[in-house]
């Protein structure tokens, strides 16, 4: 008989009346623009059950599975104010490009954005809670959600070749840290790839040197492409996977755009030369109708090799198109 995933679990007591409610201080303390949708409710629930109730005094490692587009950041942010009660204080947020960090930035500490995620006034047992950027967690304030931002590479990087006024490993001793993996199946370079000697360190290594450099040390993961079919994947989350929000159930659940599929037996190019011209008409389209508009064409390839071998085809091909 095959195993649960840890999401369904937790969902045999959500039927059967076992779920825990979702704190309240937790939608006051995110932004009044935020109306929270249902499924970003269970969210929170499934967290709270788990945290409460099932761990077990394991030490918490969780992943969310969720659709690109249904509010991860958002669950970011109200973890941290569930977690903040629990008495944590230092946060560590990383993901691996360098632009997704500064729209997280935005996020979580610019009140004037129309995107800010906390409240104007952000209280929690009645005291006001400033929010501050860190770059490491050598002396943090004990009042505040103190938040440091990096890049996997860099993290990685840091705890390899230690620097001054840097992350080293003695920040995730001796402090109770929250790690907040954003695209989380960038770090799984161990696990897909099997074993390595001790000297050939990962990402995904160093993430786990921080996780377990402290019994008290939380990792909460969010991804919107987990390959649950991979084996070792599989075997690596069960216990893990906490909310399962995948793409196709956000679309039947109606918050997201519908979308076609359009199916063709051309190669690459003639494909792609397709694809072009929906893409101008669609364009055309839109002029005729006084909108400016810059349509977008995202061209995939299964493999890097794959991608730069039709790389060199694409322009060849596109230079020698005629009307």
Same mark, same amino acid.
């Given at each position: 008989?095959?195993?649960?995933?840890?999401?369904?679990?937790?969902?045999?007591?959500?039927?059967?009346?076992?779920?825990?409610?979702?704190?309240?201080?937790?939608?006051?303390?995110?932004?009044?623009?935020?109306?929270?949708?249902?499924?970003?409710?269970?969210?929170?629930?499934?967290?709270?059950?788990?945290?409460?109730? *099932?761990?077990?005094?394991?030490?918490?490692?969780?992943?969310?599975?969720?659709?690109?587009?249904?509010?991860?950041?958002?669950?970011?942010?109200?973890?941290?104010?569930?977690?903040?009660?629990?008495?944590?204080?230092?946060?560590?947020?990383?993901?691996?490009?360098?632009?997704?960090?500064?729209?997280?930035?935005?996020?979580?500490?610019?009140?004037?954005?129309?995107?800010?995620?906390?409240?104007?006034?952000?209280?929690?047992?009645?005291?006001?809670?400033?929010?501050?950027?860190?770059?490491?967690?050598?002396?943090?304030?004990?009042?505040?959600?103190?938040?440091?931002?990096?890049?996997?590479?860099? *993290?990685?990087?840091? *705890?390899?070749?230690?620097?001054?006024?840097?992350?080293? *490993?003695?920040?995730?001793?001796?402090?109770?840290?929250?790690?907040?993996?954003?695209?989380?199946?960038?770090?799984?370079?161990?696990?897909?790839?099997?074993p390595r000697d001790e000297v050939d360190r990962t990402w995904e290594d160093s993430v786990m040197r921080i996780?377990?450099?402290?019994?008290?040390?939380?990792?909460?993961?969010?991804?919107?492409?987990?390959?649950?079919?991979?084996?070792?994947?599989?075997?690596?989350?069960?216990?893990?996977?906490?909310?399962?929000?995948?793409?196709?159930i956000f679309r039947e659940s109606g918050y997201t755009k519908d979308f076609q599929n359009f199916r063709s037996?051309f190669d690459p190019w003639n494909r792609t030369l397709a694809a072009l011209i929906m893409s101008e008409y669609?364009?055309?389209?839109?002029?005729?109708?006084?909108?400016?508009?810059?349509?977008?064409?995202?061209?995939?390839?299964?493999?890097?090799?794959?991608?730069?071998?039709?790389?060199?085809?694409?322009?060849?091909?596109?230079?020698?198109?005629?009307?």
């Amino acid at each position: 008989m095959a195993q649960r995933f840890l999401y369904e679990t937790i969902e045999v007591l959500e039927q059967t009346g076992f779920l825990q409610d979702m704190p309240v201080f937790i939608e006051k303390g995110l932004s009044s623009r935020i109306a929270l949708r249902d499924y970003q409710k269970r969210a929170f629930q499934y967290f709270v059950t788990y945290y409460e109730n *099932l761990r077990k005094n394991k030490q918490v490692h969780t992943l969310f599975h969720m659709a690109t587009g249904s509010g991860k950041t958002i669950i970011m942010a109200g973890l941290m104010l569930y977690l903040y009660r629990k008495g944590y204080r230092n946060f560590l947020f990383f993901v691996d490009q360098t632009n997704i960090i500064e729209k997280t930035k935005e996020n979580f500490l610019n009140p004037a954005s129309n995107k800010y995620l906390f409240a104007d006034n952000l209280e929690i047992n009645g005291e006001q809670i400033p929010i501050r950027e860190v770059d490491n967690f050598a002396a943090y304030d004990e009042s505040a959600i103190n938040v440091c931002f990096t890049t996997t590479q860099k *993290l990685h990087l840091d *705890l390899c070749f230690p620097r001054e006024d840097t992350i080293t *490993l003695e920040d995730f001793e001796d402090n109770r840290i929250v790690l907040i993996s954003d695209e989380s199946h960038h770090v799984n370079t161990r696990t897909k790839r099997g074993p390595r000697d001790e000297v050939d360190r990962t990402w995904e290594d160093s993430v786990m040197r921080i996780f377990e450099a402290s019994k008290d040390n939380i990792l909460l993961e969010f991804t919107a492409t987990c390959d649950k079919k991979d084996p070792a994947v599989r075997q690596k989350y069960l216990d893990k996977i906490i909310f399962d929000y995948s793409l196709p159930i956000f679309r039947e659940s109606g918050y997201t755009k519908d979308f076609q599929n359009f199916r063709s037996n051309f190669d690459p190019w003639n494909r792609t030369l397709a694809a072009l011209i929906m893409s101008e008409y669609r364009r055309s389209l839109f002029a005729e109708c006084g909108q400016d508009i810059k349509p977008v064409v995202l061209l995939k390839s299964r493999t890097i090799a794959e991608s730069e071998a039709f790389y060199g085809l694409f322009f060849e091909n596109l230079q020698c198109l005629t009307p």
